[in-house]
């Protein structure tokens, strides 16, 4: 029987390459020469002051926490429909994450939703850019304005992708990416943190990601000995993998090209069905340009789509649904939410399913999960 899987990551033998050259020069901790180079290409291509490699867009969110001095009394608003990692980083600074709804069109966080739940409190929006298609972030960033809110953007999943020509992640105040072997450019555990204006902030974020001290000033030569200077943790990479990823980054066109092939054969030989009103595709705003990161597809009812997925599954195909949303998680009751308070969510979350995309998937493959979805579904 075939067996086709969710994701197959894009590996190339010049990451190997690269890894290699690290090893040989002896020079494997962070901050060395493969590092430099994925910054640098970071801000060049991405156009942003200062992008700094971290462990994971786990770490790099909780240096955007850190960096904005969340504290217990504060509150953030972010979508309920993410990953855990936007609300612990939260969380872990003692402030109150603040669930906000999403748009039904894009599941991506209601600029509208935020602006009722802001209070004294609210010091900071995290959107997070679901599927790599953008927020609604002109909505977003007046909002942040006229009540001195901190953006932060949860760009794990949308590396590459724009929004009006700019990258995602360079909008807001601070952006993080992630480099996790499930997104579309990975070096299996990795991120990076964007700080797109301030300069405070950019001082800042080296100090906090080594360990708290000057150590990137110095290495630079712009002070004479490292000390301990502000609070910080370890929060860069070897440099092993800054060089797997750089030789991803540079297949970035590609790999980017060969997913829209997959997503637009979904979305074409799927047509018929959504006209049918059995399922509905995914829907790009035209101020955006997405990275199809995600494919997914939302069927009318939850057990259709857990139907679906064991049938998929028999057929020897991968599909998941995606987050359980985080308020209804048991740490969201912990923290005094319940069912029924973001209706959309729940349903979209219910219905929501994933289908395999990844740069190798072949055209037969792809053929063979369309057919298979049609003998199911109809
Ligand atoms: C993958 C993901 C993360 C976490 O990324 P890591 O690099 O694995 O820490 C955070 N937020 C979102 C929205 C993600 O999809």
Redesign the pocket.
């Known amino acids: 029987m075939k067996e086709i899987l969710f994701n197959i990551p894009y590996i190339v033998e010049k990451q190997a390459r690269y890894a290699e050259q690290a090893i040989i020069s002896k020079r494997i901790a962070g901050d060395g020469k493969f590092t430099k180079m994925v910054h640098g290409f970071l801000e060049r291509e991405f156009n942003t002051k200062k992008a700094l490699l971290t462990t994971?867009?786990?770490?790099?969110?909780e240096m955007a926490s850190l960096l904005l001095n969340l504290k217990e009394g504060d509150e953030v608003i972010l979508p309920s429909y993410?990953?855990?990692?936007?609300a612990n980083a939260i969380v872990l600074r003692g402030a109150r994450p603040v669930f906000a709804e999403v748009q039904p069109d894009t599941l991506n966080i209601d600029p509208k939703d935020i602006e009722r739940k802001i209070t004294k409190k609210t010091r900071a929006v995290f959107p997070?850019?679901?599927a790599g298609v953008a927020c609604d972030m002109d909505s977003i960033m007046d909002i942040a304005g006229n009540y001195k809110l901190k953006v932060v953007e949860?760009a794990?999943?949308g590396v590459t992708a724009k929004y009006k020509g700019q990258f995602l992640g360079t909008i807001g105040d601070i952006g993080?990416y992630?480099?996790?072997e499930?997104?579309n450019y990975s070096c299996g555990?990795?991120?990076a943190i964007l700080i797109n204006s301030d300069k405070d902030l950019m001082e800042r974020a080296e100090i906090i990601r080594e360990k708290g001290t000057n150590r990137s000033k110095f290495f630079r030569g712009e002070v004479d000995k490292y000390t301990w200077t502000d609070i910080g943790s370890s929060y860069l990479p070897a440099d092993i993998l800054a060089a797997f990823l750089l030789g991803q980054l540079e297949d970035r066109h590609l790999i980017n090209a060969r997913r829209k092939t997959v997503f637009d054969y979904y979305c074409e030989s799927l047509k018929p069905l959504e006209e049918k009103g059995l399922l509905q595709l995914p829907t790009i705003p035209k101020e955006c340009q997405p990275n199809f990161h995600i494919f997914y597809i939302l069927v009318r009812s939850e057990e259709t789509r857990n139907g679906l997925i064991d049938r998929l599954k028999e057929k020897g195909i991968q599909s998941f649904f995606h987050y359980v949303p985080l308020h209804l998680s048991p740490m969201g009751k912990k923290l005094g939410y319940e069912k029924g308070m973001l209706p959309l969510t729940e349903d979209l979350s219910q219905r929501l399913l994933r289908l395999p995309i990844y740069p190798d998937l072949s055209m037969t493959d792809l053929e063979y999960i369309v057919g298979s979805i049609y003998q199911i579904i109809q």
């Open positions: 994971s867009c786990t770490s790099a969110l993410t990953f855990v990692s936007t997070v850019h679901y949860d794990a999943q993080c992630s480099f996790h499930s997104k555990e990795g991120g």
